[in-house]
C-alpha cells in the first residue's frame, strides 16, 4: 500500500515538529493507539489494537526516526506483530514547510501487510488506512490549531482579556477530553 498526502495546519513550524516528536500528542491522535514511548532519541515501542473488516488484533512494535531534520521532517520506519493477525511493516516520510496560515505538513507512506490481514483485500486496506489517516490528523489539528474564535481575533486584532484566554482553554480542555473519550 502506498499513500501520499498533505493537510495544512493552523499552528507554527516549530510546535508541529514538537508535537510530532511527542509520545503523548501520538498516542491521543493516532486510531487505536493503547500506548507509545520513545525508548532512545530515534526509536519508540507503541502497541495499538487495530480493526480491519473482520479481523482485529493488538499490535505491538518498534518505530525508528531517521534524516532527522528538525524542524523541517524525518523519515519514520517500524514493524509490529499482530499475533495471528499477520504483521505490518513500512516506513514514511514527513516533511513540514512554513505556509501562510501555519505549517504545510506533507506525507509519504508506504505498508505491507501479511497474515490474516493482507487475505482482507487491498480495497479495505486502503481505505481503513485512508480512515486511519484522516482521523489521525483531524485530532492532530485540534491539539494544535487554536479554536477559530482565537483565529478570528488573531486575524482582526481584537484585544482578548485574561478572562477570555482562560476561557478559551477550558474549552479546548474540555473539548479535547470529549475526543478522548468518544474514541
Given at each position: 500500500m502506498d499513500m501520499t498526502g498533505e493537510r495544512l495546519i493552523a499552528a507554527p513550524r516549530a510546535k508541529v515538529w514538537a508535537a510530532l516528536n511527542d509520545p503523548q500528542m501520538l498516542k491521543e491522535c493516532i486510531p487505536g493507539c493503547d500506548s507509545i514511548e520513545k525508548t532512545s532519541e530515534t526509536q519508540m515501542k507503541a502497541t495499538a489494537s487495530i480493526r480491519l473488516g473482520p479481523v482485529s488484533a493488538k499490535f505491538s512494535g518498534k518505530l525508528n526516526l531517521s534524516d532527522l531534520d528538525?524542524?523541517?521532517g524525518y523519515?519514520?520506519?517500524g514493524e509490529g506483530q499482530g499475533g495471528a493477525?499477520?504483521?505490518a511493516k513500512g516506513?514514511?516520510?514527513v516533511r513540514l514547510a512554513?505556509?501562510?496560515?501555519g505549517t504545510l505538513l506533507s506525507y509519504s507512506?508506504?505498508?505491507?501487510?501479511g497474515g490474516k490481514l493482507a487475505q482482507v483485500?487491498?480495497?479495505l486496506i486502503d481505505a481503513t488506512a485512508k480512515s486511519m489517516a484522516d482521523q489521525f490528523f483531524k485530532r492532530f489539528a485540534a491539539q494544535l490549531e487554536p479554536p477559530p474564535e482565537d483565529r478570528a481575533s488573531e486575524t482582526t486584532g481584537e484585544a482578548r482579556s485574561p478572562a477570555d484566554s482562560d476561557a478559551n482553554w477550558l474549552i479546548r480542555l474540555w473539548r479535547a477530553l470529549i475526543g478522548f473519550l468518544s474514541r
Open positions: 528538525p524542524p523541517s523519515k519514520i520506519s493477525a499477520g504483521f516506513g514514511a516520510e512554513e505556509q501562510p496560515g507512506v508506504q505498508a505491507q501487510v483485500g487491498g480495497r
